[in-house]
């Protein structure tokens, strides 16, 4: 499979050289950013640093990873972290949750 480069706004996105694939994928990405428009989501740039304290303090709960990240200077609510979670499915699990 082949994939096309295309610059949107400022940035580039791939997507599959199959024009039924590419119909689907642009408008799958559309959706999505319809979505996240009614959602408060970070910045891309803030989901790293979410991500990286997750790592770093994984039994922090969100709301301590929000004052932690306010501490440090990034002024991120507990909500977005809580959206950006969810919207990428990425609950934390317990002991005894199955892997």
């Given amino acids: 499979m082949q994939l096309v480069k295309v610059k949107v706004d400022s940035i580039f996105v791939y997507?599959?050289?199959d024009e039924?694939?590419?119909?689907k994928q642009k408008k799958?990405?559309?959706e999505d950013i319809e979505h996240t428009k009614l959602i408060k989501l970070p910045s891309d740039a803030e989901g790293i640093i979410i991500l990286v304290e997750r790592i770093k303090s994984p039994h922090l709960s969100i709301e301590q990873l929000s004052v932690k990240l306010n501490k440090k200077g990034h002024r991120i609510k507990a909500?977005?972290?809580a959206n950006f979670f969810e919207h990428y499915g990425l609950e934390k699990k317990t002991q005894d949750s199955p892997s």
């Fill in 15 to 17: 997507f599959s050289s």
């Fill in 20 to 23: 039924r694939i590419c119909i």
């Fill in 28 to 30: 799958k990405r559309e």
């Fill in 79 to 81: 909500e977005v972290i």
